[in-house]
Every structure is written in structure tokens, then in C-alpha cells.
């Protein structure tokens, strides 16, 4: 592509626009990238949470070991929640892609106070999940439904930056 050239009506189309147009989709795309890597680690403790419910003390200790590096999803989390937080900034003036990415940024916000809130303390309490105090059960259930809740809040991030980005083809501006 030349540094700028014509379109059928006789204005000038620049790289300026070309990179406007890719600075967009990069967005776009990241956010969907990184919001389905976050959904990957709450969607597998989502799905796990009815047979773990059911382990004795012992074998859900050493279950829960199995968990020991998933820290490292807190990069794709983070990139979430800053993908999308730019993307409902960037699109501001688009009113169901801001409407729709603003609310994906929430929920993902919102699997943080849940994180915070409920899930560490858990955590905490059991040496990450090294050992298990007297009421270990109560902590369990605790530790198995803040990460539902987190999982069904970032599938709907999903599924609103799915909406967001689509809501673009609706347009004909970037």
C-alpha cells in the first residue's frame, strides 16, 4: 500500500488510516484473547467444583496441589482487564461497543473483588492450600463458589467483548 492514495470519491486515504484500522482490530483482538485466557482457569474450577465438593480432607488436600502455578493466569488477567478498559475508552464514541465493552470490563473488574474478597482469604488460611484448618469445609465451599461466581462473570465478559466487537460490523466507520 502506497503512503496514501485515493478512494473511488477522490479523497486521500493515508497509512494514518490503515494503522487507525489495525490499531483497532489489535485491540479488539487482544481483548478477546486475553478475556479467554482468563476464562480459562475459573471455567476449569467451574467445572471441577461438583466432584471436589464430594473429597474427603486428604484427597482434596492434594487435589487442590494440582493448582500450584496457576498464579501465572494473573498476566492474562491483568491483560484483560487493560485490553478492555482501553477498548471501552477507545470506543467511546460508539455507543453499543463502549456499552458493551465498558460492561466486560466490569465483570472482569468484579472478578477481582471477588478474588480479593473471598478467594485469597482462603488461600491464606490454608498456607495456599498446603493445609487444612478445622473448618476447612466451610473454606472449601467458599474457595469452589468464588471461583463459579468468577467463571460465570467472565464468560459474560466473553460473550459482551464478542457483542462489542460485532456491534462494530454495524458500522461503516473503524
Not at 3 to 27: I, K, M, T
Not at 41 to 54: R, S, Y
Request: hydrophobic letters at 55%; charged letters at 15%; glycine letters at 4%.
Amino acid at each position: 500500500m502506497p503512503w496514501s492514495e485515493a478512494d473511488e470519491h477522490g479523497n486521500l486515504r493515508s497509512r494514518q488510516w490503515f494503522c487507525g484500522v489495525w490499531s483497532w482490530s489489535a485491540l479488539r483482538l487482544s481483548s478477546l484473547i486475553f478475556a479467554t485466557l482468563a476464562l480459562i482457569p475459573t471455567g476449569a474450577h467451574l467445572f471441577e467444583m461438583a466432584n471436589k465438593l464430594k473429597l474427603d480432607q486428604v484427597t482434596y488436600l492434594a487435589a487442590q496441589r494440582s493448582y500450584d502455578g496457576w498464579n501465572l493466569f494473573g498476566i492474562a488477567i491483568l491483560g484483560a482487564l487493560l485490553s478492555t478498559f482501553a477498548l471501552a475508552i477507545a470506543s467511546y464514541r460508539q455507543a453499543k461497543e463502549y456499552f458493551f465493552s465498558g460492561l466486560a470490563f466490569v465483570c472482569l473488574a468484579a472478578t477481582q473483588v471477588i478474588f480479593w474478597a473471598f478467594t485469597l482469604p482462603m488461600n491464606q488460611a490454608t498456607n495456599n492450600r498446603t493445609t487444612l484448618p478445622v473448618n476447612w469445609e466451610e473454606l472449601r465451599r467458599q474457595w469452589e463458589f468464588s471461583h463459579a461466581a468468577s467463571a460465570v462473570l467472565n464468560f459474560l465478559a466473553l460473550v459482551l467483548l464478542f457483542l462489542a466487537v460485532l456491534s462494530k460490523a454495524d458500522r461503516a466507520d473503524v
